[in-house]
Each structure stands twice: as C-alpha cells, then as structure tokens.
C-alpha cells in the first residue's frame, strides 16, 4: 500500500517536473533568467498562464491543446515533456521504491530528462547540468564507502572514455557535451550500468536515426543528438539494468543491486 501511494504521488511529482524542466530547458537554451519573478506566458499571445492552465497534462488535455486566451496551438514538446516527466518518475519509484536508493534514482532520472531536453531543443548539452549529475552521484557514493566512490569513478571514466574514443576516431562525429553527460551519468551509475547505458543508448540512437534516414526526415549529413538517446538508455538502465545483468548471472553493486 504505501509502495503503491509511493509510485502514484513520484508520478505527479513527476508531471510537475517534467514541466518545470521542460521551462528550465527552453529558458536555458533561450539564454532567458529561469530564477525570479519571470511568470509562464503563452508563447504566441503572452498572455500570462493562471494556476489550472500550468496543471500539468490535465490543462493541456482539457484545453484541446490550445490556448485558451488566443487559440495557438500548444507545442507538443509541453505535454511530452510532461508525460516523460510522469513515465520516468513512476516507473523508477515503481522499481526503486521508498528508499534512499529510490530517492537519488529520481534525482538521477530528473537531471538526466533536463539533459535530453536541452540537447533536443539546441542540439547542446550544457556543462553545468552534466556536473549535477556528478554532484548526485558523488553525494549518493558518499554514503556507500570506497568501494561505491571507485565504482562511480569506474563508471565516469568508462561513460567519457568511450565517447572520447568516439570523438578522437570519427573526428567530430560527437560532441564534448556527450563526453560530459556519459561522465556525469557514469559517476551516478557505477561502471555496470553505465555500460548498459552506452549499449542501449547507441542501439535506440542507431534504429532511430536509420528511420529518420529511411523516411528522409533528416538527410545524412544532418547532426542527431545523441544525448536524448544517452538518457534514455541510462533511465532503462536504471529501471531494467540490473535484471539484465542479473540474467547474465552477475550481481549489480550497491546501489542498484
Ligand atoms: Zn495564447
């Protein structure tokens, strides 16, 4: 019961993060101040939201999808965010439950959604955010001893290091900021689950990037971000990861055993 009250409040706290970094996100990439008195407006009349119309989902839903002052069509990157916001929250409470570990894989999949929304909205993924996620992981390690400090360490120096690589041989084929998320995410994750991070973020970045190629949405020289892919392999693996390398018969170490 109280796992389940667990799962059902992480999902609406979710909704609203998802809102919230989703304005976060835009903000940054807009180089607009995202502290202080500025209030959320509509994007096309300005007009300034009311407290219902900045209920996540449930205004998008009632309103159509539109605004309600002037009729624009809401940008779908709003309700979508909001959505992953609510998925990610739910399904990490859902496997981590009310724990300490529970609580720093929210915070891991909150500042990993930031970063996939940043990359997808600039095509840019900003230091600063990438360091959060370090900060996380370093604060969470902290309190599992040597051992889980050397295995974010283990992590961080795997997630950079094959990106590096990347870089160095395909010269430019990836950026920097992908070095610094896989480091940060790294550092969080321990070296086990950062690899599944890496495999199934280059598997779901590699199938969807062949689609927009097949369906030639984007042409071959077009730049695909690949840190919304990175994320998103990280958030499976922090939901399924463990289970999988349990299937292989390996133990995953603290914190996600
Ligand atoms: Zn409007």
Avoid: H
């Avoid at 500042?111 to 940043?118: D, E, P, R, S, V």
């Amino acid at each position: 019961m109280r796992e389940l009250v667990f799962v059902v409040f992480s999902t609406l706290l979710g909704a609203c993060m998802g809102s919230f970094l989703n304005a976060v996100a835009l903000r940054t990439v807009e180089e607009r101040p995202w502290w202080g008195a500025e209030r959320s407006r509509c994007f096309a009349c300005d007009q300034v939201l009311g407290p219902l119309e900045l209920v996540p989902l449930l205004s998008w839903l009632f309103l159509g999808g539109r605004c309600r002052t002037c009729g624009a069509k809401i940008p779908l990157r709003y309700p979508l965010a909001e959505l992953a916001g609510a998925v990610t929250a739910g399904l990490l409470a859902w496997r981590w439950g009310l724990t300490f570990t529970g609580f720093f894989a929210l915070a891991t999949g909150f500042i990993l959604l930031l970063n996939a929304l940043t990359d997808l909205y600039s095509g840019y993924i900003y230091d600063a955010f990438a360091l959060v996620l370090g900060a996380v992981g370093l604060l969470l390690r902290s309190a599992g001893g040597w051992g889980a400090l050397l295995d974010g360490l283990a992590g961080a120096l795997a997630g950079a290091g094959v990106i590096i690589l990347i870089i160095v041989i395909s010269r430019g084929g990836m950026g920097w900021g992908d070095a610094w998320l896989m480091a940060g995410t790294g550092a969080a994750l321990g070296l086990q689950l950062t690899l599944v991070s890496l495999y199934l973020g280059f598997i779901f970045g590699g199938i969807v990037a062949l689609a927009l190629l097949a369906m030639k949405i984007v042409k071959r020289k077009d730049p695909i971000p690949l840190g919304p892919f990175l994320a998103f392999g990280a958030f499976l693996a922090l939901v399924w990861g463990p289970a999988l390398w349990g299937w292989f018969d390996f133990a995953v170490k603290w914190p996600w055993s």
